[in-house]
């Protein structure tokens, strides 16, 4: 089977390296790709992933290029090309791809529709509502006592929420979004939603329309460090499974989450194929929903993927056909850990273009794959940053300890010209000063 892969970011290349793995792939094409999905052999060919240049906002030129190509299958990783509605596009030409429909998407896309979606059907979430007036909203925010999240409605990549505590930041937050448009059209409007104090769950399911089925769990780390204060990022690290996770708890997101869900897409003839990734709370009434992903989180569909004994291509092959029903997955007995490395500034302004080194050291310890998050081959034949979040280092082993030791071990071969930021306390407390 031919494969067209979109995206240039870690869970993208956790993508092509999986199906480049599999016995059913013998090609594969991505764009626009990064120097490590570049790299990557297809196992039962011998050929390289070829990369291309058209960029994953750009619908009519990826549709071009899968006329040109005709891939069997297409697969998107990032929410940019869900969100723009690229499946419909691809299906109206006749191109199997694995990504929700536009309709769908609308659940990331907007998060004042999925405030009203999650009210609407009942599932367990935040109260919360939205606005396009600053000052209506700072009437609502002194409603929740200032304890609240300012939400930019439209997607930032993990940056368009600010969590506030007190009246001067949650007037901060609404004015920052409102009035100064820190976020641009995405922040057109906002959400509001009260306050909710507990633990985060990251859980993965998959859905094909019909059947959905629990992908993993893991824990996620979108602070930029453990400071209380600290700025939200796309995620500095992640490790899976969550241990904490019972049965008892899957089941009541099951009932309180996954089950009103589905009964809202089909109220609302959402037909959901591809992964639900919902941000769960656990609060002292039970775990609720703060938002809804579309696709994958990344770090923790690299660490899921590191585990997976199953074919990645016969589960996007399930998912297409409507046969999850029938597809019993496999997972290695390990814990996997992934340590992001980025830019120094990032979340904030930071400088592309350094040489990385020690990519090549790394590549030969053993249960250790570096995800390439944000970078690019030079002319000179040398992987370069090109973003904030830059690599994901992933390890496994058999305890979360070994595996922390593993993936700290890889990231301290690692340098960026220039430095490099990265947090240590990934899966417990730091390994070193
Ligand atoms: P989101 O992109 O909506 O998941 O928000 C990013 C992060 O902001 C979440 O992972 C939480 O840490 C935090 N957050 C978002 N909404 C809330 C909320 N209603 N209460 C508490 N924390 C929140």
Redesign the pocket.
Known sequence: MKVLGIGADGRGHAYARMLAQSPLVTQIIWTPGNAGIGSEVVQKSGLPVWCFNVGVEDIDGLLALAEYERPDVTVVSPENSIIAGIADRFEARGFRIWAPNQKAARLEGS?AFAQKFMERYGIAC?K?NFFTNPFIAFGYADALNWN??V?ADGPCY?K??T?CRDEIKARWAICEALIKRKFGKAGDTIVI?????GN?LSLHFLCDGKTTLCLQSSVDY?KESDHKDAR?TGSMGAYSPDPSLSDEELASIASGIINPWTKGCESEGINFKGILFP?V?RTAEGPKV??FGVRGGSPEMETHLVRLETDLMEIILATLEQRLDRLSLVWKPVVSVCVVMASPGYPGAYEPGKLITGLSIVEKMPNVKVFHMGTKRGDDGRVYTDGGRVLGVTAWADTLQNARVRAYDAVREITFEGGQYFRKDIGGPPLWD
């Open positions: 998060k935040p919360g609240c999240a939400k993990g368009g929420v969590v939603q009260e306050l909710l104090e985060e979108k939200n941000g709370m703060l938002e």
